[in-house]
C-alpha cells in the first residue's frame, strides 16, 4: 500500500533549539523522496549525522524496518531526521511509503535468506501486530525494529 506524504517546514528563528522532524527510521519497505533546494536532510553513519545534500531532480531512497526484517538483516533502515529550518524560505518535501499491506500470512525473514549459517534474526508477526508496536512506539530510532528480534 503506496502512501503520499507532503511535508512543510516554515523558517525557524532558532533552530538550534528545535529540530524539523525528529530521528526515525521509515518503518515500511522502502520511501521515495523528493526534497527541495533547503536542505536539511541528514541520515545517521555511524556515530554521525551526515548532510543528504540536494541534488535537482534527484529522489532519496530509504530502506525501512520491513524491508530490513525481510531481508534478515541484509540490508539496513537508516535513521534520518530533519533539522529545523534555519532560512527565510519555507522547505517541502514529498515522500511516497511503500508499506506492506495487510494479508493473512505472517511477516518475517525471507525463508530463502535463512540458512544455518544465517538463522532468523527477526521473528514472524502479523501485519495487527505491527502496525499496532508502530502506533505505540517510542520516538526513537530503532524500538520498533528491536521488538520484533529473534
Ligand atoms: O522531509 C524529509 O526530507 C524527510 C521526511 C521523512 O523522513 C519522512 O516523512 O519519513
Ligand atoms: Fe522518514
Known amino acids: 500500500m503506496r502512501v503520499m506524504v507532503g511535508h512543510y ?12 522532524l525528529t530521528s526515525h527510521t521509515d518503518p515500511g519497505v522502502i520511501t ?10 541528514q541520515v545517521k553513519h555511524g556515530d554521525e549525522w551526515v548532510d543528504v545534500a540536494p541534488v535537482p531532480g534527484a529522489l532519496v531512497v530509504n530502506i525501512g524496518d520491513i524491508l530490513q526484517i525481510m531481508s534478515n538483516d541484509e540490508y539496513k533502515s537508516v535513521d534520518h531526521r530533519v533539522l529545523a529550518n534555519p532560512s527565510q524560505e519555507p522547505r517541502v518535501s514529498i515522500a511516497v511509503f511503500c508499506n506492506p499491506s495487510n494479508r493473512e500470512k505472517d511477516f518475517g525473514p525471507f525463508p530463502e535468506l535463512v540458512s544455518s549459517d544465517k538463522p532468523p534474526a527477526f521473528r514472524e508477526f502479523t501485519f495487527k501486530e505491527y502496525m499496532r508496536r508502530f502506533f505505540t512506539k517510542e520516538l526513537d530510532g530503532k524500538s520498533l525494529i528491536n521488538f520484533f528480534r529473534a
Do not use: K
Open 32 to 41: 521515495l523522496l523528493l526534497q527541495d533546494q533547503v536542505g536539511g536532510l
Open 9 to 20: 517546514y516554515p523558517y525557524c528563528p532558532q533552530p538550534d533549539l528545535t529540530v524539523g
